[in-house]
């Protein structure tokens, strides 16, 4: 790796502001800040992380202080409360109200940024919030009030070592936009780029610190004496205090954009502006500026002629990229950190609040997935113990059958038209009734995609995440090498030891309409993974099903011959074999749909299917394998001769009989 340092954009009172540049090995380039008066993105910044006991010893010692704040939040909530309880007395609809919606939303305002976080997941579910007191709680994404210009200057000063005039040629009189967190200028760089320039709220992390004491400390309680409730709160309440700490910090949101683009930017129509780290730090975040629309305002995107339902449909494969691939995702995807760019795509803003899944937890919700398509609830259940909803102890008997109950609606049809609120509705349901207990990370999760989910239905009511979902879920179970989902795919093709065509059939139908979905993939994969120890059960049971359709085939191609011969040439001594019987018929017709949906399939090119098929007949691997099929097709021969003559032998045996009663 060579640094080279490049001459100083700026000076600052204390000391001299120097742009290192980094270039690593392969080429790639970072810019990284190097003052007196700035923190450095490199070893030596290190993040402040939310410290639960810390907090609770500060605390500890300032009762009036809790007090005070609890007084706070309650005075005003209970007082709009009564509103909304007399209104209904008096026979008024509460949900029509825009009074009290904008008094809702003014309520959530004041209470501070926990409290607004909650009312921006709830402005994006149109099947949960009345239209009038959605449109008011919309405006929490960015039409807070702002905090002073001279506030937000001084702390870029303080954090950049510099006055925002010798940073920015431009910045906007008044922010653009005054979010929960911090409020956002518009500006430019004296190179000339556009820039978005964020600055934290001020004392932010006190009122944070102190809402986050007093739930937690509710949290334990209600954990403590509500049997009912058996779910982790403290630890819930834990994850978003962590979550939020890292919002706070705009060195740690930037190097989450990085990572963001690295793992999902090559995406199609996926776009991720570009952080400039010469003019960020703890409270301020400069970054590229981004020219769009809010997905929800979609008279304004189709006017641009932009299809905002297409859009929806790539932030879901992102989003399942980000769930079930790499485990790193956006937790906080309201309608304000999505935008329709000018030219069609989806960016992504605001990284501030992300989280992670484990590999363990990836394979552990497909694995569920395919339980809940397969009406495997036993399988079901044990998903749950893995994924740590369930202790290890618990008595699942009665578990299992709660679970069909709740599924119970797809019976008749697909479980891709599902909707994932009703789903996480029944769920919750469920787990207040059994010994569940939820995990930290769940609730991140389901906020993502319910968020998500809420945003589709507010472009297209018909919309089901589940379904657009199905053949990214498809795609991974055929290509990917892992040992959970070679299980769960053996679990899906196989009942009782019996292979499931019309399984595989939907498989490979719905795989293909994934955009990574390759024929060549599949097929490479495929082979390597047949001809391997893990893929011994597949592989043995896929040889039988294939010698019994040529099998199959070979009957019916006899017993077409035979008809002729008796039928149409006149040899009546010849006898007439039977067809392949309705069993094998079918697997024949499933055969046949299977091989048109691998024509369709992308990437298959019959002009290059001969020289790859040449390349696989020299693979040890497919040598394998065609020796395991010819094997069993002489055994299978060898076994229908043997039969043959035996059943000949007993149709002479029964003549002679016949001719000895005879004589």
């Not at 030219?343 to 989280?355: N, P, T, V």
Request: aromatic share 8%.
């Amino acid at each position: 790796m060579m640094v080279k340092t490049l001459p100083p954009t700026s000076q600052s009172t204390e000391g001299e502001t120097k742009i290192t540049e980094v270039v690593s090995d392969n080429g790639t380039q970072a810019l990284v800040v190097r003052s007196p008066n700035v923190i450095i993105k490199n070893a030596e910044y290190e993040a402040i992380k939310y410290n639960p006991v810390d907090v609770a010893a500060h605390y500890k010692h300032r009762p009036l202080q809790v007090i005070q704040r609890i007084t706070t939040v309650l005075q005003p909530t209970l007082a709009f409360v009564f509103g909304l309880w007399w209104d209904s007395k008096r026979g008024k609809v509460v949900k029509n109200d825009r009074r009290r919606a904008a008094q809702l939303r003014e309520l959530l305002t004041r209470l501070g940024p926990a409290y607004i976080k909650i009312g921006q997941a709830l402005s994006t579910r149109p099947d949960l919030v009345p239209p009038v007191f959605l449109e008011e709680l919309t405006k929490l994404q960015d039409q807070l009030p702002p905090f002073p210009n001279e506030i937000a200057y001084q702390f870029i000063e303080e954090e950049l070592g510099a006055p925002p005039e010798e940073i920015y040629t431009e910045l906007s009189p008044q922010p653009i936009a005054a979010a929960s967190l911090g409020q956002v200028y518009k500006g430019k760089l004296k190179t000339g780029e556009e820039v978005a320039v964020k600055v934290q709220r001020p004392d932010l992390r006190e009122r944070i610190t102190i809402d986050l004491y007093i739930l937690r400390r509710l949290a334990g309680w209600v954990q403590k004496n509500v049997k009912r409730v058996r779910s982790d709160l403290v630890g819930i309440l834990d994850e978003l205090g962590d979550r939020i700490f890292e919002e706070m910090d705009y060195i740690h949101e930037g190097e989450n954009a990085e990572r963001f683009f690295q793992l999902y930017g090559h995406i199609k129509d996926v776009y991720v502006p570009k952080i400039y780290w010469e003019y960020t730090n703890r409270r301020v975040l400069t970054m590229e500026w981004i020219n769009g629309t809010k997905l929800t305002q979609t008279a304004e995107i189709k006017a641009q002629g932009i299809d905002a339902r297409y859009l929806i449909e790539v932030g879901v494969q992102c989003s399942l990229r980000q769930l079930l691939e790499h485990g790193f995702f956006h937790a906080d995807p309201h309608p304000g950190n999505l935008l329709a760019t000018t030219d069609g795509k989806l960016a992504y803003l605001d990284f501030g609040m992300m989280s992670e899944i484990k590999p363990p937890q990836r394979y552990g919700l497909i694995e569920a997935i395919v339980h809940v398509v397969n009406r495997d609830f036993e399988g079901l259940a044990q998903d749950y113990v893995k994924l740590d909803f369930l202790s290890p102890d618990t008595d699942l008997t009665p578990i299992i059958p709660a679970f069909a109950r709740v599924f119970a609606d797809a019976q008749g049809a697909s479980v891709a038209e599902l909707n994932i609120k009703s789903i996480t509705d029944e769920l919750s349901a469920l787990m207040y009734e059994y010994p569940f207990r939820v995990p930290p990370y769940y609730a991140l999760i389901i906020r993502s995609l319910v968020t998500l989910e809420g945003i589709a239905i507010y472009i297209d009511p018909n919309f089901k995440v589940l379904s657009e979902a199905y053949p990214y879920v498809s795609k991974r179970l055929l290509t990917d090498p892992a040992p959970q989902l070679r299980t769960s795919l053996r679990d899906l093709l196989f009942k009782e030891g019996k292979f499931r065509w019309n399984r595989l059939e939907n498989l490979l139908r719905n795989a293909r309409n994934n955009e990574d979905y390759d024929f060549n993939l599949v097929l490479n994969q495929g082979i390597d993974f047949l001809s391997s120890e893990r893929g011994a059960f597949i592989r043995d049971k896929l040889v039988d099903e294939f010698v019994n359709g040529v099998n199959a085939l070979s009957k019916n191609v006899l017993h077409n011959f035979t008809y002729l011969l008796r039928e149409r040439v006149g040899l009546t001594a010849i006898n007439e074999t039977p067809a392949a019987t309705v069993e094998q018929q079918q697997t024949l017709e499933h055969i046949k749909r299977i091989l048109k949906i691998l024509q369709e399939t992308r990437g298959f090119d019959p002009l290059q299917l001969a020289p790859q098929l040449a390349q696989l007949l020299v693979n040890p691997s497919v040598q394998h394998l065609g020796q395991q099929i010819g094997v069993r097709l002489v055994q299978k021969s060898l076994a229908r001769l043997i039969r043959e003559l035996l059943a000949a032998e007993d149709i002479e045996e029964i003549r002679a009989q016949r001719e000895m009663k005879r004589v």
